[in-house]
Structure formats: C-alpha cells, structure tokens
C-alpha cells in the first residue's frame, strides 16, 4: 500500500460541541506556565502570567473521563490574580472551593472540620490531576467560533450528583497528610515530580 494512497484513510470525526448545561466527570490538568510568586505561596511553576496584562492565572484542561463525551477537552483559564481588581482572583477561588467540593464530596453548606479541612490545598500540585464534575458552557474563541468550557463545578447538593460521580469520589483525608494527592486523584505520586511530568 502507498502511503499516498488516501482511499484507505479513516473518515475524519466531526466534533459538535458538548451541548451547554451538560454534566461530565473531568479530569483537570493544570498546564505549568512557570511563573511563581513565593509571598502568594503559588510555587512549583503552575501559575501562568501574561506579559501584556500582568494577570496571573492557571492554563487548564479538562478532560471527560466517561460517557459519550469521553476523552473530550476542553480549556479554561483559572484566574489567581489580575492588576484591574480582585474580581478575577475571587471567582477563581470560588471556582477552586467547587472543585474541590465536588472532588472531595463535600456538601456547600458543611462548615464542620473535616469539611473546612477538606477545603484546604498544599498548592497548586493537589489540584492538577484532581477529578470533579462540572458543567460544561460555551464561550467565544479568539476567532469568533463557540467552544466548550468548563467554568462551575457540580457540588454534592446536586440532585444528580451521586449518580454521575458514583462511589468514586470520597471525602479527603486534612490537606496535610502526604497522601491527599492520592486520595484525590486516585493515581500515586512520584516525589518532587508534578503529575504532568509523570
């Protein structure tokens, strides 16, 4: 057979966009952007800056981890910091205590210690890997066209949650013990070694 020969070839796959409202189990990897500022304690270079703004953000991707939708990304931005205000840095740590309510299965409304503990992250190593449901939106790319996003996390008092995230999601143990990231992302971690570079 001739490699140019292209009658042979797979029909290429047409993606739609996961409709808006859709509830999926992601896997969120947080893509190292190499900026850290060590009197915020954001280390390990997860954080991203942008050189024309002075905003500082993570670079996510989302990746669906069953279902129809499965092995889908999408891409969102999580804001840490931005010279305007603290608008941007407020919504992206309401974002995290989502995720991190959804991953670890903690009711919104569960102020107890082990809720408050659970809520509690070493840095930005315990969230990249972390798997939660979300709910996918659209949003405009840089050329116009709709693409899919990841921008709430899906909470226990939901009334489909147990039902999407079944009995994989259990409650974290405090973010200081040395196995959180486990317990968190169901992988074992290598030490020193970011789970992207695993």
Not at 78 to 86: M, N, T
Not at 121 to 136: P, S
Request: glycine share 10%; with cysteine; net charge positive.
């Amino acid at each position: 057979m001739s490699f140019f020969d292209f009658n042979s070839a797979s029909e290429q796959t047409s993606f739609d966009l996961i409709p808006k409202g859709a509830l999926v189990r992601v896997r969120m990897t947080v893509k190292p952007g190499g900026f850290d500022d060590a009197s915020q304690g954001w280390t390990g270079g997860y954080a991203t800056r942008n050189d024309n703004t002075g905003s500082v953000y993570l670079n996510c991707e989302f990746v669906v981890m069953e279902g129809q939708y499965a092995r889908r990304k999408m891409w969102s931005l999580i804001g840490l910091y931005s010279p305007k205000g603290p608008e941007w840095s407020n919504m992206g740590r309401t974002f995290i205590k989502a995720v991190l309510n959804s991953a670890r299965a903690i009711h919104p409304n569960d102020n107890g210690p082990a809720a408050q503990n659970a809520r509690r992250i070493n840095g930005f190593a315990d969230l990249d890997g972390i798997e939660f449901l979300g709910k996918v939106d659209w949003e405009k790319d840089q050329n116009g066209q709709d693409k899919c996003v990841i921008k709430s996390a899906v909470t226990p008092d939901h009334k489909d949650y147990a039902a999407l995230m079944g009995g994989a999601s259990q409650p974290a143990p405090a973010a200081s013990a040395p196995n959180s990231y486990a317990q968190a992302t169901g992988r074992s971690p290598v030490p020193g070694r970011p789970s992207w570079a695993q």
